[in-house]
C-alpha cells in the first residue's frame, strides 16, 4: 500500500525558515518523481515543486526561496522553505509522480504570522 | 505559464443527475510525446485530493464509471453519469504537461 507521511509543518514567523518532510512507502521510491503541493485556507490548490530523474522545477512564488530534495536511500523527500512570507501559510501536500499525481499525503499545515 | 479555467465553479446537482464541468487551457496541451497530460481530481471536505481522470479521459484505478473525461487540445470536460451522495466535494483539472503545472480554480459540486 502506498503511503506519504508529510511532517515539519509549523508556526513560524515572516522571514523564517522551515524544513518539511515526507516520508514514502509502498512504491520503488527511486523511480518515482515527487511533488509538493499548498493549499491556503479555503483556497485552491497551487503547485509548489517537483523533483524527477531530470532535475527540479518549482513555482515561480517560490524560486530562490525553497529547494526540494530527496534521499532515496531513505524514500524521503524535503522542502526547505527560506524566507517565509504570510502568502506561504498553506498545508503542503506530498504527492507521487510526474504527469499522474496519482497518491497524495494528508499534508502538514505551515502557518506564517508575526 | 499556462491558465486552467474551469466553468462553473459552483454546481448545484441533483441526485441520479448527471453533471458537467468544464475546462479551458490557455495554450494546447499537447506534449511532445504525443500525450495531453490533463488531469481531474477530486477533493472531498476535509480530504487531501484524488486523482480520477488522467490524460483527458483514463479512469485513474478505483474510479467509478459514471465519471468519464473527454475533450481535445484546450477544451476538456469531466462528467458525472449520475450524481451519487459521496461525489460532493471540490474538482480540478490540472494539466501536467508543462511546468509550471497548473490547476483550475476548481468547482465545488453540491446536492
Known amino acids: 500500500e502506498v503511503q506519504l507521511l508529510e511532517s515539519g509543518g509549523n508556526w513560524v514567523q515572516p522571514g523564517g525558515s522551515l524544513i518539511l518532510s515526507c516520508a514514502a512507502s509502498g512504491f520503488p521510491f527511486r523511480s518515482y518523481a515527487m511533488n509538493w503541493v499548498r493549499q491556503a485556507p479555503g483556497k485552491g490548490l497551487e503547485w509548489v515543486a517537483t523533483i524527477s530523474y531530470t532535475g527540479s522545477d518549482y513555482a515561480d512564488s517560490v524560486k530562490g526561496r525553497f529547494t526540494i530534495s530527496r534521499d532515496d536511500s531513505k524514500n524521503t523527500v524535503h522542502l526547505l522553505m527560506h524566507s517565509l512570507r504570510a502568502e506561504d501559510t498553506a498545508l503542503y501536500y506530498c504527492?507521487?509522480?510526474?504527469?499522474?499525481?496519482?497518491?497524495w499525503g494528508q499534508g502538514t499545515l505551515v502557518t506564517v504570522s508575526s | 505559464d499556462i491558465v486552467m479555467t474551469q466553468t462553473p465553479l459552483s454546481s448545484p446537482v441533483t441526485l441520479g443527475q448527471p453533471a458537467s464541468i468544464s475546462c479551458r487551457s490557455s495554450q494546447s496541451l499537447v506534449h511532445s510525446d504525443g500525450n495531453t497530460y490533463l488531469n481531474w481530481l477530486q477533493q472531498r471536505p476535509g480530504q487531501p485530493p484524488r486523482h480520477l481522470i488522467y490524460?483527458?479521459?483514463d479512469r485513474f484505478s478505483g474510479v467509478p464509471d459514471r465519471f468519464s473525461g473527454s475533450g481535445a487540445g484546450t477544451d476538456f470536460t469531466l462528467k458525472i453519469s449520475r450524481v451519487e451522495p459521496e461525489d460532493v466535494g471540490v474538482y480540478y483539472c490540472?494539466?501536467?504537461?508543462?511546468?509550471?503545472?497548473?490547476f483550475g480554480q476548481g468547482t465545488k459540486v453540491e446536492i
Open positions: 490540472m494539466q501536467a504537461t508543462h511546468f509550471p503545472r497548473t
Open positions: 490524460k483527458i479521459s
Open positions: 504527492a507521487k509522480g510526474l504527469t499522474l499525481l496519482d497518491y
